[in-house]
């Protein structure tokens, strides 16, 4: 299905060269899920994004990396209705989306994991799986505490996690539980269109498995999309048809996993770190500013599209125009 | 057994209140009588209906400190709009109306302007005990559709008849348990006061959840500010009563079991906890204990009431340390 894209160029990198005209990459097609332009945030002197174009495809797992403060929450946010971009526009299959809440983005069939997963202690597994769409009688309102005791307990199983009471508040729960739950919690709803803002964080290798093995049975069913925030390389290209890197607020990077490789990934990284101790070292002297940032990316795209000579040249410092790059947003 | 009982929210104060009847049962002869049944009420019906409101707003870890106030104004607000032509029964409505929109603006007040509840409500309460004393000139009034002799249906309902406080209190406490309990209002209610960023990125609207929570703890307590204007059938300008009242119900509250840091309460609790409060006093006056100890004795009360409730917090959460 979407590893079809594999055949393409990767016109993400080459639009960047282009600068403001890009386009979404690798180029959008019919059936986009979602397709997201041009989204821009900041918050008063912070840029966290800064022209985001990114699409995803019906049953396509896309994996979002970046390092900290480069973004990926911020965008997940927007997508999720959470927080309003200040520029862009967004479609879900083909409509215009701007959605004003999570419970209209949820209408949408957009549903987010949130990092901080949006679980109140102090209520009970059931009542936090059925947070915000509780079941109610009629056609007096009272909770149908029985019914959702019961639709827990079966989605649960369904899913396979392993939780020892549903009626035990969730501050009694390990990590790996909790995120099971506001995975659960997700995934049992009507979405077709799961946002998943580090899933493994906070995991044990055993619970990381369980929620890994989770997405890739989602995947396999073909029915929701998928795009999640990930640290690990290994996670991506275990779980990922499609990997997005985000660097000071732009897609820096956007190829499917089959056409890239840790090593790739790595060498981005490595290079945005060299870059920013080059930034320390050159330091109080050097011009600093928007106008300087735009050159930093491009010069990040042409790492992530040459091999490791290129990038040999980087580190020797002859790449000063990307020295004044101020640090990630 | 005991522990699992104890875990009970309520548990820890219905053990509490029940070791302080039988001391006072035991004790006095005059203590179990249907005339000290009669004088306790007062002491603590309108301390539950006005503690079943502050539930909701502590229960969201927010504080409304101007229910003394509201239960002052309302009764004043009454008495006006009777004096300028109104019907007894519309200007009760009328009086009521304006306690929940001056609610509401507490709630505006804290989820929109971020303002905090503690410092908006003082505001509220300052606002209100000067409005009272300027309309009312500092005089007390008699009550309309009240009067001294004889009793009408109205006073008899409202506040004047000898079980009428403790019936409305029992209804209003029953209703209030259901709705924190068996509906989306009272789980949102928990759900913010646990983890008011969370619940919004679950998409429950927080702001809103909030503004009718105060909204609906400046009702009851302009409620009872009717029944206990109509129940002495005279109401008096008299800041300093109405907000010993306010730290009634709050004490109410935190002895039964609502937690100040929000996400848990529990209105049956604050019941139990008014009823506790009535008997102390009323037991504690019954044997002619000095009245300058009434303080003291509730102070210790509170602060042994609330070392009970962390501890049945942590074995509540299996958390390690507090709540």
Same mark, same amino acid.
């Given at each position: 299905?979407?590893?079809?894209?594999?055949?393409?160029?990767?016109?993400?990198?080459?639009?960047?060269?282009?600068?403001?005209?890009?386009?979404?990459?690798?180029?959008?097609?019919?059936?986009?899920?979602?397709?997201?332009?041009?989204?821009?945030?900041?918050?008063?002197?912070?840029?966290?994004?800064?022209?985001?174009?990114?699409?995803?495809?019906?049953? @396509?797992?896309?994996?979002?990396?970046? %390092?900290?403060?480069?973004?990926?929450?911020? #965008?997940?946010?927007? =997508?999720?209705? $959470? /927080?309003?971009?200040?520029?862009?526009?967004?479609?879900?299959?083909?409509?215009?989306?701007?959605?004003?809440?999570?419970? @209209?983005?949820?209408?949408?069939?957009? %549903?987010?994991?949130?990092?901080?997963?949006? #679980?109140?202690?102090? =209520?009970?597994? $059931? /009542?936090?799986?059925?947070?915000?769409?509780?079941?109610?009688?009629?056609?007096?309102?009272?909770?149908?505490?029985?019914?959702?005791?019961?639709?827990?307990?079966?989605?649960?199983?369904?899913?396979?996690?392993?939780?020892?009471?549903?009626?035990?508040?969730?501050?009694?729960?390990?990590?790996?539980?909790?995120?099971?739950?506001?995975?659960?919690?997700?995934?049992?709803?009507?979405?077709?269109?799961?946002?998943?803002?580090?899933?493994?964080?906070?995991?044990?290798?055993?619970?990381?498995?369980?929620?890994?093995?989770?997405?890739?049975?989602?995947?396999?069913?073909?029915?929701?999309?998928?795009?999640?925030?990930?640290?690990?390389?290994?996670?991506?290209?275990?779980?990922?048809?499609?990997?997005?890197?985000?660097?000071?607020?732009?897609?820096?990077?956007?190829?499917?996993?089959?056409?890239?490789?840790?090593?790739?990934?790595?060498?981005?990284?490595?290079?945005?770190?060299?870059?920013?101790?080059?930034?320390?070292?050159?330091?109080?002297?050097?011009?600093?500013?928007?106008?300087?940032?735009?050159?930093?990316?491009?010069?990040?795209?042409?790492?992530?599209?040459?091999?490791?000579?290129?990038?040999?040249?980087?580190?020797?410092?002859?790449?000063?125009?990307?020295?004044?790059?101020?640090?990630?947003? | 057994?005991?522990?699992?009982?104890?875990?009970?929210?309520?548990?820890?104060?219905?053990?509490?209140?029940?070791?302080?009847?039988?001391?006072?049962?035991?004790?006095?002869?005059?203590?179990?009588?249907?005339?000290?049944?009669?004088?306790?009420?007062?002491?603590?019906?309108?301390?539950?209906?006005?503690?079943?409101?502050?539930?909701?707003?502590?229960?969201?870890?927010?504080?409304?400190?101007?229910?003394?106030?509201?239960?002052?104004?309302?009764?004043?607000?009454?008495?006006?709009?009777?004096?300028?032509?109104?019907?007894?029964?519309?200007?009760?409505?009328?009086?009521?109306?304006?306690?929940?929109?001056?609610?509401?603006?507490?709630?505006?007040?804290?989820?929109?302007?971020?303002?905090?509840?503690?410092?908006?409500?003082?505001?509220?309460?300052?606002?209100?005990?000067?409005?009272?004393?300027?309309?009312?000139?500092?005089?007390?009034?008699?009550?309309?559709?009240?009067?001294?002799?004889?009793?009408?249906?109205?006073?008899?309902?409202?506040?004047?008849?000898?079980?009428?406080?403790?019936?409305?209190?029992?209804?209003?406490?029953?209703?209030?348990?259901?709705?924190?309990?068996?509906?989306?209002?009272?789980?949102?209610?928990?759900?913010?006061?646990?983890?008011?960023?969370?619940?919004?990125?679950?998409?429950?609207?927080?702001?809103?959840?909030?503004?009718?929570?105060?909204?609906?703890?400046?009702?009851?307590?302009?409620?009872?500010?009717?029944?206990?204007?109509?129940?002495?059938?005279?109401?008096?300008?008299?800041?300093?009563?109405?907000?010993?009242?306010?730290?009634?119900?709050?004490?109410?509250?935190?002895?039964?079991?609502?937690?100040?840091?929000?996400?848990?309460?529990?209105?049956?609790?604050?019941?139990?906890?008014?009823?506790?409060?009535?008997?102390?006093?009323?037991?504690?006056?019954?044997?002619?204990?000095?009245?300058?100890?009434?303080?003291?004795?509730?102070?210790?009360?509170?602060?042994?009431?609330?070392?009970?409730?962390?501890?049945?917090?942590?074995?509540?959460?299996?958390?390690?340390?507090?709540?």
């Amino acid at each position: 299905m979407s590893t079809s894209s594999a055949s393409e160029p990767d016109p993400a990198v080459a639009d960047k060269t282009i600068s403001d005209e890009q386009v979404v990459g690798p180029s959008s097609a019919p059936d986009d899920v979602l397709r997201v332009e041009h989204i821009a945030k900041s918050f008063g002197p912070t840029t966290a994004l800064r022209d985001v174009n990114l699409h995803l495809r019906k049953g @396509e797992v896309l994996g979002l990396l970046g %390092d900290n403060g480069a973004g990926k929450s911020t #965008l997940i946010k927007i =997508l999720s209705g $959470f /927080q309003k971009q200040d520029t862009g526009e967004m479609w879900i299959k083909g409509e215009p989306y701007a959605p004003k809440s999570v419970d @209209e983005a949820r209408s949408h069939g957009i %549903d987010t994991v949130f990092q901080d997963l949006a #679980l109140v202690d102090q =209520l009970t597994v $059931f /009542q936090n799986l059925f947070l915000q769409r509780e079941r109610v009688h009629k056609p007096i309102p009272f909770l149908a505490n029985a019914l959702m005791r019961r639709d827990a307990r079966r989605a649960l199983d369904e899913i396979g996690i392993d939780i020892p009471s549903i009626d035990v508040p969730v501050a009694r729960l390990s990590g790996g539980q909790r995120q099971a739950i506001a995975v659960a919690r997700t995934i049992s709803g009507d979405a077709d269109i799961i946002l998943l803002d580090e899933p493994l964080a906070a995991m044990g290798a055993k619970e990381g498995a369980m929620i890994l093995d989770l997405i890739q049975r989602l995947r396999e069913e073909g029915n929701v999309s998928i795009i999640m925030i990930l640290h690990n390389y290994v996670h991506v290209f275990a779980a990922c048809d499609r990997v997005s890197l985000i660097q000071d607020g732009v897609i820096a990077l956007d190829k499917p996993t089959a056409e890239t490789s840790v090593e790739e990934l790595t060498e981005i990284v490595v290079e945005e770190y060299r870059r920013a101790r080059l930034e320390a070292q050159v330091g109080v002297g050097s011009p600093a500013g928007n106008g300087a940032s735009a050159d930093a990316v491009p010069s990040a795209d042409a790492v992530s599209s040459a091999d490791a000579s290129h990038s040999a040249d980087a580190s020797s410092g002859s790449d000063p125009g990307s020295a004044p790059g101020p640090p990630a947003g | 057994m005991l522990k699992r009982f104890l875990t009970l929210r309520e548990g820890s104060i219905v053990v509490v209140t029940l070791i302080t009847l039988i001391y006072f049962a035991s004790s006095t002869p005059h203590f179990f009588t249907s005339a000290n049944f009669k004088t306790l009420l007062p002491y603590f019906a309108p301390i539950a209906i006005m503690a079943a409101g502050e539930v909701f707003v502590m229960t969201l870890g927010e504080i409304d400190l101007s229910i003394g106030a509201m239960y002052l104004f309302t009764p004043f607000l009454y008495y006006k709009l009777d004096q300028a032509g109104l019907p007894i029964v519309p200007a009760l409505i009328i009086s009521l109306l304006v306690a929940m929109a001056l609610g509401a603006f507490n709630g505006f007040a804290v989820a929109y302007i971020g303002i905090a509840s503690f410092v908006a409500t003082l505001g509220m309460l300052f606002v209100l005990d000067g409005v009272t004393l300027v309309i009312s000139h500092s005089e007390q009034v008699t009550t309309p559709g009240t009067s001294v002799v004889g009793s009408t249906t109205f006073s008899q309902i409202f506040g004047g008849g000898t079980y009428s406080e403790l019936i409305w209190a029992i209804v209003i406490v029953i209703a209030l348990q259901v709705l924190l309990s068996f509906t989306r209002w009272g789980i949102y209610t928990v759900a913010s006061g646990g983890n008011r960023l969370g619940a919004s990125e679950a998409g429950i609207n927080t702001k809103l959840v909030v503004v009718r929570n105060f909204t609906l703890c400046a009702v009851t307590a302009g409620f009872v500010g009717m029944l206990e204007a109509v129940r002495s059938s005279s109401a008096s300008p008299d800041p300093s009563g109405s907000n010993a009242i306010l730290f009634e119900a709050v004490s109410a509250v935190i002895i039964g079991g609502t937690l100040m840091t929000g996400g848990a309460g529990t209105v049956v609790g604050a019941l139990i906890g008014a009823l506790f409060l009535g008997i102390l006093n009323d037991g504690l006056v019954i044997k002619g204990v000095n009245a300058n100890y009434l303080d003291l004795y509730l102070g210790i009360a509170i602060l042994i009431a609330m070392t009970v409730n962390v501890y049945v917090q942590r074995v509540r959460t299996g958390s390690g340390r507090g709540g």
